[in-house]
């Protein structure tokens, strides 16, 4: 993903990976302007799917970034122990620093990315995310960033479920 964050006219760079890996590089001078730091919230991270940009929620007049986070893949396929739930993340897009962050409702970990569409007054974002697994059943959600932003999906929308496979591909609005 890719926004401007120095002001220079030339977007950073924005990539997520495996092992809590999240980082902004410079887009003129390939340096690390911020990476994740996993000791924040002293939970366990695991991996950052796709970050999607949303509107300034932390008032440091920078796009903030909403970004899914979970699946330990450390543990083999259809393996059900030590599956921690994801979370919805929300990061200041300026320094990384986590603003909000929500687990999946159904207590399972997660491996879409986000998919988020401004309301139509411009001041919310409605938001589908999914939970489970490639064996793990899970649940295709809709939710908005205010929800996300006070921590609490539970009352998120349940669109549809599975009890063999969970909800890996991004959707589209």
């Known amino acids: 993903s890719l926004m401007d964050i120095t002001g220079d006219q030339v977007p950073e760079i924005f990539i997520g990976g495996r092992s809590a890996q999240l980082k902004a590089i410079n887009g003129k001078t390939g340096e690390v302007i911020w990476n994740f730091d996993r000791s924040q919230g002293g939970i366990k ?4 799917y796709n970050p999607q940009f949303v509107a ?7 796009k903030d970034i909403l970004v899914s986070n979970g699946g330990n893949v450390m543990i083999a396929s259809g393996e059900s122990k030590g599956r ?3 979370n919805l993340v929300v990061l200041s897009g300026g320094t990384g620093k986590r603003l909000a962050r929500a687990a999946m409702p159904d207590g399972k970990e997660t491996y879409m990315s986000v998919a988020a569409l401004p309301t139509a007054n411009g001041k919310d974002y409605k938001v589908i995310f999914g939970s489970g697994g490639e064996t793990i059943g899970g649940h295709l959600y809709a939710t908005t960033l205010s929800q996300i932003m006070k921590g609490d999906l539970s009352n998120a929308k349940k669109l549809d479920q599975s009890p063999d496979k969970g909800y890996i591909a991004p959707a589209v609005w």
């Open 45 to 48: 991270w695991f991996n950052f």
């Open 56 to 62: 300034d929620q932390d008032g440091d007049g920078t």
């Open 84 to 86: 921690l739930p994801g």
